[in-house]
C-alpha cells in the first residue's frame, strides 16, 4: 500500500525552528517528485514547496522562500521540511504529498497524499 | 505568480444535478498544467484530474476537466451524494504553484 506519514508538526514559538518529516512506503520513492502543501485552520490550500527526485531542483512559495528548506533522503524514503524564523501565519496543516507519474522534474499534479501534522506558530 | 480564480465560491445543487465549476487564471497556464482535487471535512484533498483533462486513476467517468490558456472547468455529470465537498483547481505550470480559493458544492 502506498503510504505517506507526517510527523514532527506541535507548538513552536515565533522566530523558531520545527523541522518535518514524511515517510514513504509502497513506493520506490527516489522515482518520484515530492511536494509540501499546507493548509491554515479554516482556509484553503497552500503549495510550499517541491523537490525533484534526486534532490536537483526544488521550488518554493514566496511566502516561505528564504526560511523554508525541503530535502529528501532516498535512502530512508524520507521527506523532510527544515522550518526557520517561523511566523503565526505559518500555523497550518501541512501535508506531503507524490507526483503522480515518474519523471526528472517536479512540474507536476499532486496525486498521493499524506494525512498531515499539525504546525502551531504561537507564544 | 499566478494566481487562480475559483467561482462560484459556493454550488447549491441536488443529487442528479449536474455541476460546472470555473477556474481562471491571471495568465496563460502553460501545457494546461492544471489539477483539479477534491476535498471532504477531515480528509487529505483527493487528486480528481490533471493536465487539464485527463482523470487520475479510480476517479469516476461523471468527472470531467476542459480548457486551455486562461479558462478551465471542472463538470460533474450527475452529482452523486458523495461528492459534496470542496473543490480546488491548481497550476503547475510555473513555480510556484499556486492554488484558487476553492468552490464548495453543497447540498441544497
Known amino acids: 500500500e502506498v503510504q505517506l506519514v507526517e510527523s514532527g508538526g506541535g507548538l513552536v514559538q515565533p522566530g523558531r525552528s520545527l523541522r518535518l518529516s514524511c515517510a514513504a512506503s509502497?513506493?520506490?520513492?527516489?522515482?518520484?517528485?515530492m511536494y509540501w502543501v499546507r493548509q491554515g485552520p479554516g482556509k484553503g490550500l497552500e503549495w510550499v514547496s517541491g523537490?525533484?527526485?534526486?534532490?536537483?531542483?526544488?521550488g518554493y512559495a514566496d511566502s516561505v522562500k528564504g526560511r523554508f528548506t525541503i530535502s529528501r533522503d532516498n535512502a530512508k524514503n524520507s521527506l523532510y521540511l527544515q522550518m526557520n524564523s517561523l511566523r503565526a501565519e505559518d500555523t497550518a496543516l501541512y501535508y506531503c504529498?507524490?507526483?503522480?507519474?515518474?519523471?526528472?522534474?517536479?512540474?507536476?499534479?499532486?496525486?498521493?497524499w499524506g494525512q498531515g501534522t499539525t504546525v502551531t506558530v504561537s507564544s | 505568480e499566478i494566481v487562480l480564480t475559483q467561482s462560484p465560491g459556493t454550488l447549491s445543487l441536488s443529487p442528479g444535478e449536474g455541476a460546472t465549476l470555473s477556474c481562471r487564471a491571471s495568465?496563460?497556464?502553460?501545457?494546461?498544467?492544471v489539477a483539479w482535487y477534491q476535498q471532504k471535512p477531515g480528509q487529505a484533498p483527493r487528486l480528481l484530474i490533471y493536465?487539464?483533462?485527463s482523470r487520475a486513476t479510480g476517479i469516476p467517468d461523471r468527472f470531467s476537466g476542459s480548457g486551455s490558456g486562461t479558462d478551465f472547468t471542472l463538470t460533474i455529470s450527475r452529482l452523486e451524494p458523495e461528492d459534496f465537498a470542496v473543490y480546488y483547481c491548481?497550476?503547475?505550470?510555473?513555480?510556484?504553484?499556486?492554488f484558487g480559493g476553492g468552490t464548495k458544492v453543497e447540498i441544497k
Open positions: 523537490i525533484t527526485w534526486n534532490s536537483g531542483s526544488a
Open positions: 495568465q496563460s497556464v502553460s501545457s494546461s498544467h
Open positions: 509502497g513506493f520506490k520513492f527516489d522515482d518520484y517528485a
Open positions: 491548481q497550476q503547475y505550470g510555473r513555480s510556484p504553484f499556486t
Open positions: 493536465g487539464a483533462s
Open positions: 504529498a507524490r507526483a503522480p507519474l515518474l519523471g526528472v522534474s517536479y512540474y507536476y499534479a499532486m496525486a498521493v
